[in-house]
Structures are given as structure tokens and as C-alpha cells.
């Protein structure tokens, strides 16, 4: 994507700040390297929903803006920043996510987005935002994401139905989104999702150095 504009993005308030302290210079570094800005956050954007759909705000905000948006967790960090994942993404795909597998329930996992600017992107946040009885599920905007794209959110979590914006998500390796229970080899961004606030700084740190 020569001559792209290209934006890396996050959020992070409350004791969350400690974990992007953490993370702030890998994705500096990131963005340096690869030619983005890079946007962080230090306060609500959503205050009258649970904090993490305030990323869909952001998001919505940032695809009219830029040609090419990667959203990373507070609780993820790059650990090789050298890739670029514009290098990854699939053509006429506008969002790029990670499918985790673990057992037998496969899971997007919305730690790690990569979003197209443009309208199609931005009717598809629209469509998350909309998922109104989904707000306070334990899974926020994930959930939403995984309804619409025609996943079941009963356990075991996998695909239950044709989508229309199935079509439009390519995945990424799962390196681009390696969790402590799916793992990658080789990861690029490492997420510390479902955990306690101290052991995610714990084990940030533990990468970090």
C-alpha cells in the first residue's frame, strides 16, 4: 500500500494506562518503522457503555481518515515490529481479523483489527455499534463482531450461519494475535486477554525487558 495512510490505534484509561506504558514504546516503534500514526487514547469514549466499545468509536472515527487502521488491545504489545501488516492484508477484504482455535470452538479475536478506510468499513462498525442488546455481554463488541458475521455465541463458539460480511474478512496469521491459549511460533503482537491486571503487567513486562 505505497503512499497509504496508515494509522495504529489503541485506548487505554484507568489501570489500563500502566498496561499502554508498557506497550507505548513497542508501538511507537511500530509505527516509526512502517509508517504510521499512531493514535492512543487515555479517556472514554463511550462512557455510558462497558469501556472496550469505545475501540468501535474510535474506529468508525479513524477508517474516514485513513486508507489502512490497526487497532491493538492495551494488553497487546509488538513484540517483532519490523512486519508491517499492510504487507498481510488479502485484496477486497475490508477487515482483517485472527481465528483462534482452541478445542473445539473457534473464536475472531478483535485484540487485533485491521480495517480498510472507507464506507464499507465504516457501515460495519455502524452494525456492531447497533447490536444494542449485546452491550453488556461478557464478550462486548466482540460478540457483536461474531454475531455479525454469523457465529453462534453459545458455547462452543463457532460459525452457525451464511453472513453477507463474511465475505468482505480475511484472516491473519495468528501471530498477528498470539494469546497465552493459542499461541504462535513466532509472534509479532503478543495479547494478555482474560487476565488479571497484574499478571498482564507481569507478563508484559517479561516480554517487554
Known sequence: MSGAR???????????????????????????GNGYELVAIEHRLAPDRPPSWGKVLLLHELVQQYDLVLWVDADALFVDPTRDVADEIQPFRFLHLVEHRIGDERVYNCGV????????????????????????????????????LGFRLDHPI?????????AGVGRLDRAWNSIPDCPAPAPVIAHFPAMTHEARVDAMREIAG
Request: overall charge positive; some cysteine.
Open 158 to 166: 463457532r460459525p452457525e450461519r451464511v453472513s453477507p460480511w463474511l
Open 6 to 32: 496508515k494509522a495504529v490505534c489503541t485506548i487505554a484509561h484507568g489501570p489500563h494506562r500502566e498496561l499502554l506504558q508498557i506497550a507505548r514504546p513497542t508501538l511507537e516503534k511500530y509505527a516509526d
Open 113 to 148: 483489527m485491521v480495517l480498510r478506510g472507507g464506507a464499507l468499513s465504516r457501515r460495519f462498525l455502524e452494525a456492531v455499534w447497533n447490536q444494542h442488546d449485546l452491550v453488556h455481554h461478557e464478550w462486548w463488541e466482540n460478540a457483536a463482531v461474531l454475531r455479525l
